[in-house]
């Protein structure tokens, strides 16, 4: 981080909650320093969108720790996605999908490098 707040970059900082002790003191420290703290995934396992009716019950989970972290960031592991099912977290963004690696577990990928906007399908969204 001074490396980083020497040259004038803040960086996001994403954690796993249900798989590592997530410290609130370190939270705290990293955004107290100016960065972002992000949810990456639930418990790092590759299963999060692999069956629909689980991810709901998942993205309830991501959500809480979105809302307790005060998060809006969101970023699944190894770079898996489903747009369709995203819009169910409570985010501003999401960072699963800009790659367009071949060789990533899941290389459909978005096939751009620029952001670009999926529709919330929650209500509730912060």
Do not use: C
Request: hydrophobic fraction near 35%; avoid cysteine.
């Amino acid at each position: 981080m001074e490396i980083e707040k020497e040259f004038g970059f803040k960086s996001l900082f994403n954690f796993v909650p249900e798989r590592y002790k997530v410290d609130k003191e370190l939270r705290e420290f990293i955004v107290g320093e100016g960065f972002e703290v992000g949810v990456h995934g639930l418990n790092h396992d590759g299963k999060l969108f692999r069956d629909k009716k689980k991810y709901f019950v998942r993205a309830e989970r991501i959500n809480q720790y979105l809302k307790e972290w005060n998060s809006v960031g969101f970023r699944a592991p190894a770079m898996h996605h489903n747009l369709e099912w995203i819009g169910k977290l409570y985010i501003e963004y999401d960072l699963s999908t800009l790659d367009t690696d071949p060789f990533d577990p899941q290389p459909d990928g978005v096939g751009t490098i620029y952001l670009f906007w999926v529709n919330s399908t929650n209500q509730n969204v912060v």
